[in-house]
């Protein structure tokens, strides 16, 4: 499964951008997934989440503004950030664990995208 993400760049603070990541590859389907972020000389944390039965859940620092959503038939998961602020600048990893060869809970990371907040 190769997850490739898109949609990072430079935005001034109040900003929006929209992430997407879509996942690709053979005999697997999708059980959760996930934005994940680091920024430099933190630890990778997670933003956003959204299961395979449609339930969500945010990091506190991004509730009210940023929102994760799915295209099942896509296999892509979008998150729309608005209301960005310069402490959002990181790299933002998408996540997926999927179940593939009757194997669950198998987890894959996509290569991340710089999102950078300037004030």
Avoid: H
């Amino acid at each position: 499964v190769q997850l490739q993400a898109s949609g990072g760049g430079l935005v001034q603070a109040g900003g929006s951008l929209r992430l997407s990541c879509t996942a690709s590859g053979r005999s697997f389907s999708i059980n959760n997934m996930g934005w994940y972020r680091q920024a430099p000389g933190n630890q990778r944390e997670l933003v956003a989440a959204s299961s395979s039965g449609g339930s969500t859940k945010y990091t506190d620092s991004v509730k009210g503004r940023f929102t994760i959503s799915r295209d099942n038939a896509k296999n892509t998961v979008y998150l729309q950030m608005n209301s960005l602020k310069p402490e959002d600048t990181a790299v933002y990893f998408c996540n997926a664990v999927v179940t593939i060869y009757g194997i669950s809970n198998i987890q894959y990371w996509g290569q991340g995208t710089l999102v950078t907040v300037s004030s």
